[in-house]
């Protein structure tokens, strides 16, 4: 049952919002690119997230990023993580929200999509007091038909794939100017590291190895699916496709099987929310000696005001919470691996990396 529940865990939170913005980032920069990012990004994901396992699984006691940063690498850097783990963790939650609205708009009329993310925000809100045995639970269980949707996807798509909408424009694909536009969207769909630590406490009486399995399995099985559904989405999609993804596809694909995509979108951003919300409330209990209830509030009121705001473009606040979010996470655990583990010459390049990529996506998305 442990392996279930750390599976559940971690691919609950990881198979989300992301998927349906994918195929659209990928299409824009080319499936050269999108591969290229794709790796880059499976890379630097089982290699952080093996990172993380190793300080979670030394570490004695019961805590979440920012109290791992403060334990490890001293005070003055827990506000700082804890900045970024909130831009990252907020920008989640706002895009699952975003999400959950168009998909149960879908059913109903699309002219209530901001009236059901308020729905959506709510429910799920609520279940976000559950503790983390019955989460892991619900999110195994719902990730089981998840996946059968994305099959089933790829399974009604399959005679109306047109495999020149994956070679078209190749011989721009080295000066596409939207040739970074999957890094951030990638990285943030591989996102697990909140799951980490969840995961640990599940592991904490069993081998490092074990621990190890179901990160690897986890992360390849998103992946596999993520590919999946994009070569679903862009091979019938006829250069057209839409940045929810789903709609772009409704001329080939048909209002059922868009139905049935809605409620697979459904379910994956419903166990994500679910996942990251009580990861993050665990960080205010935690790490910052919060009382439940008010970790609660300050966990589910953030990105129902953003939200309310008008913050509501996607593809950038998936693109921004993934390269900067968790991009400056991951160069945090590199540098507590380093204090922990010893100086690593290949840590440094990948920190190099992860920062030059910052500053380029911020660059990208408001210059």
Request: positive net charge; aromatic residues 18%; proline residues 2%.
């Amino acid at each position: 049952m442990k392996y279930l529940k750390g599976i559940g865990i971690i691919v609950g939170l990881m198979f989300g919002a992301g998927v349906f913005a994918l195929p659209y980032v990928v299409a824009r920069a080319g499936i050269f690119w999108g591969f290229i990012h794709f790796v880059v990004a499976v890379s630097l994901t089982i290699f952080l997230l093996f990172l993380y396992a190793r300080i979670t699984y030394d570490t004695e006691g019961t805590h979440r990023f920012t109290g791992y940063v403060e334990l490890i690498l001293g005070k003055k850097f827990k506000i700082f993580s804890f900045v970024i783990t909130a831009v990252a963790y907020y920008g989640a939650l706002l895009a699952y929200g975003l999400l959950g609205g168009f998909f149960l708009s879908n059913f109903f009329s699309e002219h209530y999509a901001f009236a059901f993310s308020f729905l959506f925000f709510a429910v799920c809100s609520t279940l976000a007091l559950l503790e983390l045995n019955k989460v892991a639970l619900i999110n195994f269980y719902l990730t089981i038909p998840l996946f059968g949707f994305v099959a089933y996807l790829v399974y009604m798509s399959l005679p109306f794939i047109d495999l020149n909408n994956f070679v078209s424009g190749a011989r721009d694909m080295f000066i596409n100017k939207s040739w970074f536009l999957p890094y951030g969207v990638w990285l943030f769909s591989l996102g697990g590291l909140a799951a980490i630590p969840e995961t640990k406490d599940i592991f904490s009486k069993s081998s490092f190895k074990d621990f190890k399995k179901v990160i690897l399995f986890s992360v390849s099985l998103s992946a596999i699916f993520y590919c999946l559904f994009i070569f679903a989405i862009v091979g019938v999609s006829d250069g057209n496709t839409s940045a929810d993804a789903l709609s772009g596809a409704l001329g080939a694909l048909g209002s059922r099987v868009i139905l049935v995509g809605s409620v697979m979108g459904l379910l994956a951003v419903f166990t994500s929310f679910l996942a990251l919300a009580i990861d993050l409330r665990g960080i205010f209990r935690f790490d910052f000696k919060l009382p439940k209830t008010l970790a609660w509030v300050f966990v589910v009121v953030p990105p129902v005001l953003l939200f309310s705001f008008g913050v509501q473009d996607l593809t950038k606040i998936l693109s921004l919470t993934g390269s900067v979010g968790l991009g400056v996470s991951g160069a945090l655990i590199i540098f507590m691996a380093r204090k922990m583990q010893g100086k690593s010459f290949a840590g440094l390049l990948v920190v190099t990396g992860i920062l030059i990529a910052v500053v380029y996506e911020i660059l990208n998305i408001f210059f």
